[in-house]
Each structure stands twice: as structure tokens, then as C-alpha cells.
């Protein structure tokens, strides 16, 4: 049974950082890619960032390039995303998500998906 699960989600404030956590089990870690994704309410899902099976693909999305990295540790089947200087619109449930080898940006090509958690952004 493959698990994901998100934490490290929280309360910050406008320029502050926070860094979310993403454990996997069930699954050969090592050869899935990974994704995280948000929803702010009302919103649709967005791309995050993504981080290939080995982790010499990484892609961001424009939004969040030069504040956020991704990075892994295949060895303790975790997921990272280091999130800096946040923005009130970076206030969402960020989702981590895996599929096979390749980083997409699509939601719909990943197989697995986490619970969620909440990061919110105050002012």
C-alpha cells in the first residue's frame, strides 16, 4: 500500500520560510519522480515543482522559481520543498505526488497523492 504524507505545513508570515516534508512507503522511491502541487481555495490545482527519480531534472514553476527548491534523499524516501521568502498567494494545501522516472507538470500523470498540508501566508 503506498502511502505519502505531507508535514511541516503551518502559519507563517510574508517573507518568512518554511520547509515541507513529503515520507513515502510502498513503492521503490528511488525510481518515481516527484511533484508538489497547491490549491488555494476557489483555485484549481497548480504544478509546484517536480524533481526526477534521480534528481538531476528538477523543473519550478514560474511562480515560484528562485524562491522554492525541491530536493530528495533517496536513501529515507523523502521529498523536500524548501520554501523561502513566501508570498500571501503562496497560501494553499501544497499535495506531494509520485509517478514513474519523469517529472510532468500535469496532476493527472501521477499515480499517487498525499492527504495535503496547509500552508498559510499572513501578512
Known amino acids: 500500500q503506498v502511502q505519502l504524507v505531507e508535514s511541516g505545513g503551518g502559519l507563517v508570515q510574508a517573507g518568512d520560510s518554511l520547509r515541507l516534508s513529503c515520507a513515502a512507503s510502498g513503492l521503490a522511491f528511488s525510481l518515481y519522480a516527484m511533484g508538489w502541487f497547491r490549491q488555494a481555495p476557489g483555485k484549481e490545482r497548480e504544478f509546484v515543482a517536480g524533481?526526477?527519480?534521480?534528481?538531476?531534472?528538477?523543473d519550478y514553476a514560474d511562480s515560484v522559481k528562485g524562491r522554492f527548491t525541491i530536493s530528495r534523499d533517496n536513501a529515507e524516501n523523502t521529498v523536500y520543498l524548501q520554501m523561502n521568502n513566501q508570498k500571501l498567494e503562496d497560501t494553499a494545501v501544497y499535495y506531494c505526488?509520485?509517478?514513474?522516472?519523469?517529472?510532468?507538470?500535469?496532476?493527472?500523470?501521477?499515480?499517487?497523492w498525499g492527504q495535503g498540508t496547509q500552508v498559510t501566508v499572513s501578512s
Open positions: 505526488a509520485a509517478r514513474p522516472t519523469v517529472v510532468s507538470t500535469l496532476g493527472s500523470e501521477y499515480d499517487y
Open positions: 524533481i526526477s527519480w534521480s534528481g538531476n531534472s528538477i
